[in-house]
């Protein structure tokens, strides 16, 4: 059974830094992306960042790029997301995902996962807010 479990928001003042971690089990890293989408109130789900499992490549939507950083340790089938200079318009809920790394796309700044319906697992989120 899949599992993936969201840890480390919370609330910090605009600049500040915060680390998210995504501890994943019941797949194997090699074939999947995981990565981290965020929902803010009133506004749709947002790509944000995904690492491929097989060689660690990061990828990151504009809107986040050089602020923060994503890693994985696949010997713990842990992800995280370094998250720093952060913006109030960061505040949202951030969700892990996990999905074959195929699925994943960043196509002019904007990070996609074409969902299948039944090879994508996600997490149930964690809050950040970042006050001005």
């Known amino acids: 059974e899949v599992h993936v479990v969201e840890s480390g928001g919370g609330l910090v003042q605009a600049g500040g830094s915060l680390r998210l971690s995504c501890a994943a089990s019941?797949?194997?890293?090699?074939?999947?992306?995981i990565g981290w989408f965020r929902q803010a109130p009133g506004k749709e789900r947002e790509g944000v960042s995904c690492i491929s499992g097989s060689n660690g490549s990061g990828y990151y939507a504009d809107s986040v790029k050089g602020r923060f950083t994503i890693s994985s340790n696949n010997a713990k089938n842990t992800v995280s997301l370094r998250m720093n200079s952060l913006k109030p318009e960061d505040t949202a809920v951030y969700y892990c995902?996990?999905?074959?790394?195929?699925?994943?796309?960043?196509?002019?700044?904007?990070?996609?996962?074409?969902?299948?319906?039944?090879?994508?697992?996600w997490g149930q989120g964690t809050q950040v807010t970042v006050s001005s």
């Open positions: 019941g797949f194997s890293f090699d074939n999947y992306g």
């Open positions: 995902v996990a999905a074959p790394i195929g699925l994943w796309t960043l196509v002019d700044g904007t990070l996609r996962l074409h969902t299948d319906g039944y090879r994508d697992f």
